[in-house]
């Protein structure tokens, strides 16, 4: 294919107007062919042209695309997304990517991924606008067919976890009949490794309620600062046996947040959960817990309103530079992770970052292999987002 | 031998009235838990396995408080409550038991009325009749 395209290259001189003509030809045919939807409209938005991926997506032939606004497919969504995506697009003239609901010409509607981007001249001014749309209806259909079977499967799972824990609990108090200390040690590991499962089940719950959209927040005022200690508490057995110490600082009189306290235990369990795990025998594990002003920057971001910042670090074997990009994806589990042997199941952070996107806030990590990792986690006073 | 004579029984159960418990809940491994519990507890204990027969045992025998499941299959704990309010049938308290505490699936039920729930994968038995015998002292 190489070859043939470079030799008819050849055969005109690079410059002529002749070789503008083959380039442009050629360049039609790869959009004409793209399998993604293409249309390129005015500046006022009238399509001026289609290719045949956009055809198929929204059902309409190109010539009736043509001289028409998207909105032929478009008008699904509510008028204050069209509002801030002609903001985006043609007032503050950058690309706009996002996901959209549309209507074939059939009727049938249709999710899809879009990117459009705004052709400027050399002056700045608008020459037109290039949209790529993606018809996802189908991943998406099964992205929550697997997330409502995972939701159906942890309900299911969470009776027999409860029947362990309970009669090993009841065995442990002796309720019939006391137990020798060999007996004690083995229902006292039934009962970890059913606490232990309880708490991926809870994870994977938590996950698929905000992947399907049916969290809804319990707003109250919470203290974050306690929140984090009484985590920490909880840890402290573990990390006296493996002579870890705990820098703790909370800033005095923070205020509290106005968000949703079951979220915001399991956040913070699982960060700190997560230092614990991954601290050297002997180190130390930081937390911290303070207020930080609008505009000011904080372990290198900035935000335009107040926000409280949970810090919680570690001194540990860090994650390879390489795989950072991959932290907050599901089941990412570096790969230094083995050779220490930790166990996780690779769903903790990625429930971190959409539990606290969900309520509102970032999070962000810094690390550096064998020295450690430090999460950071700043979550807004009030959320419109909880509102 | 099968006896149980009054004096053997516990001076606590001699002195006060035994308060009585009904426990509503599908899963037999949990509801043996609960009962054992209850009864080693002190309480008199009487079971059902799903919303429609708790509702009758509630009319019947008149319990001082309901441990209620929410998700059952015949009837749910949802279901009991709204067949109650439709029947007019005056509820002791009721403590609702769960496995899904999010404000989804427990909105429903504060709807109605029942503003204590137990999410039971984070409690033991044990913390269920502390918050059973705390429930009966504000009575």
Known sequence: MRSTAAASLHRVAPSSPAHARVELERFKLAVDCATDHIVVTDPKGVVVYANQAAAQTTGYPVEEMVGKTPALWGGQMPTTFYRSFWDTIAVHRESYRGEIRNKRKDGVIYDAEIHVAPVLDRKGNIMSFVGIERDVTETKRLSRARTEFISLASHNIKTPLTTLSWYAEMLMNGDVGALTPSQREYVGEIRLAAKRMTDIVTSLLNISRLELGTFVASVEACEIAGIVRAALDEAAPGLRARQVSVSWYADHALAPVMTDRGMCEHIVGNLVSNACKYCREGGTVTAKVFHKPAGHEVYGKTFSDDRLVVLMGDEGIGIPEAEQRLVFTQFFRASNTTAVSVEGSGIGLYFVQEAVTALGGDVWFRSTPDVGTEFYVALPYQSPRLQ | ?139
């Not at chain 2, 009837?75 to 609702?96: D, T, Y």
């Open chain 2, 1 to 139: 031998m099968f006896l149980c004579t009054v004096s053997s029984l516990p001076k606590i159960l001699m002195q006060t009235p035994q308060q009585h418990v009904l426990v509503i809940e599908d899963d037999r491994a949990l509801r043996r838990a609960l009962v054992d519990q209850l009864v080693r507890a002190g309480f008199a204990v009487d079971e059902a396995v799903d919303g429609d027969v708790g509702l009758e045992k509630i009319t019947v025998s008149r319990p001082d408080l309901v441990l209620l499941d929410l998700a059952m299959p015949k009837c749910s704990g949802v279901a009991m409550l709204k067949e109650a309010q439709r029947r007019e049938v005056s509820l002791p308290p009721v403590i609702v038991l769960t496995n899904d505490g999010s404000m989804l699936a427990l909105s429903e039920v504060l709807d109605r009325g029942v503003t204590e729930y137990i999410v039971k994968t984070d409690t033991t038995p044990e913390q269920i009749v502390a918050t059973v015998r705390e429930r009966l002292a504000r009575v």
